[in-house]
């Protein structure tokens, strides 16, 4: 792997490759049923991962599942409330760490919606191609985290491929694609995980009452002191 491409990495292994930004610009995009339109579910074929990234988006909440030096990991995101729930299994240990996340937008290395990419660069229709069976708009892009290459989107303005200039090989390619509702369990802590607060998430005193958790049949939760 070049030096160049060592920073989309570096993001992407951290869990922030692939956790889009806000649904607002994807309902600006998606036409009237919105509702829909704000979940999805994606497979993902990212340069430099052995395995598929598997991606849940509801709403402001994103989930990753990929694997990485063997070791599968979960990232769920949720903008709203502004927190990065990391998953670890390890043995019979279960952790959850919570850190601190932007709830704005910012500049992502790998997008997944066309409205994020068009922000921040320069797009020019230069034919029409298809991605994994899926019809899609080939465009050339250039400016985006001083990158340029091509990428190609779908009618609902997700790009289903990337790749950098002078690569051959994408640096990520969507190999499935559905805009089904999502199971809200995909963005909740299990219950067997303990999680760990960094300080100043949830308040100041480290609260978890943000981080959802469903408790086990029969085991009821205390509510925090003030």
């Not at 992407?12 to 930004?21: C, I, N």
């Not at 909440?61 to 502004?82: C, F, H, M, N, W």
């Not at 029409?128 to 708009?137: D, N, T």
Request: aromatic content about 6%; some cysteine; glycine content about 10%.
């Amino acid at each position: 792997m070049t030096n160049a491409l060592k920073p989309w990495f570096a993001v992407a292994t951290a869990g922030f490759m692939l956790v889009m930004g806000p649904v607002v610009q994807a309902q600006a995009i998606a036409g009237p049923d919105t509702a829909t339109r704000a979940d999805l579910y994606a497979k993902v074929k990212v340069a430099g991962f052995p395995t598929p990234v598997n991606i849940h988006r509801s709403g402001m909440k994103t989930r990753v599942d990929l694997t990485a030096g063997g070791v599968p990991q979960s990232y769920i995101a949720d903008r709203e409330k502004g927190v990065l729930i990391s998953l670890t299994a390890t043995g019979q240990n279960r952790l959850a760490l919570v850190f601190p996340l932007d709830r704005t937008e910012g500049i992502l290395p790998l997008p997944l919606d066309l409205s994020i990419l068009a922000r921040q660069s320069t797009l020019k229709v230069v034919g029409a191609s298809l991605v994994s069976g899926h019809p899609c708009r080939l465009m050339e892009f250039s400016g985006y985290l001083n990158q340029s290459g091509m990428v190609c989107a779908n009618s609902d303005n997700i790009i289903l491929q990337m790749t950098q200039k002078g690569r051959r090989d994408a640096l990520f390619e969507v190999l499935e694609l559905s805009a089904a509702r999502q199971d809200p369990k995909w963005f909740r802590t299990p219950p067997d995980y303990q999680v760990a607060v960094v300080p100043g998430i949830g308040g100041a005193s480290g609260d978890t009452g943000l981080i959802e958790q469903p408790q086990p049949p029969g085991v009821t939760t205390k509510p925090n002191k003030p």
